[in-house]
């Protein structure tokens, strides 16, 4: 299984981005694709995830309302649109997924895709 995340960038307060990830050799659709960040100095935290098989979704509640995950299971791809952003979102964001698990907690997964860098400021 492997993962690439893309799309981070430099916004402004307020703007909004979108960051994707690419999964490949998943061997069902019983995957849960998730997203953490980690800024600097701080803990990685879990951001939002969503289950492959049936859509469902959980945010944590520093992002929700702002963020939104959803997903093309035809490309294998999830997205991470992300709304009215502050300084304090940034990050580094990486996603991540195995098989048979639905969570925010970093060590529920094997698999990591490089982390791509999401910076706000003016």
């Known amino acids: 299984v492997q993962l690439q995340a893309f799309g981070g960038g430099l916004v402004q307060p307020g703007k909004s981005l979108r960051l994707s990830c690419a999964a490949s050799g998943l061997t069902s659709d019983d995957y849960a694709i998730a997203w953490f960040r980690q800024a600097p100095g701080k803990e990685r935290e879990g951001v939002s995830c969503i289950s492959l098989n049936d859509g469902k979704t959980y945010y944590a509640d520093s992002v929700k309302g702002r963020f939104t995950i959803s997903s093309d299971n035809a490309k294998n791809t999830v997205y991470l649109q992300m709304n009215s952003q502050k300084p304090e979102d940034t990050a580094n964001f990486y996603c991540?997924?195995?098989?048979?698990?639905?969570?925010?907690?970093?060590?529920?997964?094997?698999?990591w895709g490089q982390g791509t860098l999401f910076t706000v400021s003016s």
């Open positions: 991540a997924t195995d098989e048979g698990r639905f969570s925010l907690w970093d060590r529920t997964y094997r698999y």
